[in-house]
């Protein structure tokens, strides 16, 4: 049974920057897709960024030049680098391990951007 475990949230003032990290239990983080999701209070999921087993990388256009997607197989372990950030990151932050028609989520970090 794969576990994901994200860690890094907090609060940070606007233009700050946070490292998210999602580790893996449980079985080789290599063998997945993965991706980062954000749920603001109150609206729905979205996408974030996705990183496949190849190391191609994709982002919201909300993040692209502001958040880095990375992997480290190694380590077990997905990073999501968030810089300049905005009051309009605020949000719980999840990620996603991706194969086939499987799916599995962690428990999600909070995120707040606030002077």
């Known amino acids: 049974q794969v576990q994901l475990v994200e860690s890094g949230g907090g609060l940070v003032q606007p233009g700050g920057s946070l490292r998210l990290s999602c580790a893996a239990s449980g079985s080789m983080l290599s063998i997945f897709d993965m991706g980062w999701y954000r749920q603001p209070s109150g609206k729905q999921r979205e996408l974030v960024a996705t990183?496949?087993?190849?190391?191609?990388?994709k982002y919201a256009d909300s993040v692209k030049g502001r958040f880095t997607i990375s992997r480290d197989n190694a380590k077990n372990t997905v990073y999501l680098q968030m810089n300049s950030l905005k009051s309009e990151d605020t949000a719980a932050y999840y990620c996603?391990?991706?194969?086939?028609?499987?799916?599995?989520w962690g428990q999600g970090t909070q995120v707040t951007v606030s002077s």
């Open positions: 990183i496949s087993r190849g190391d191609s990388t």
């Open positions: 996603k391990a991706y194969r086939g028609g499987l799916e599995l």
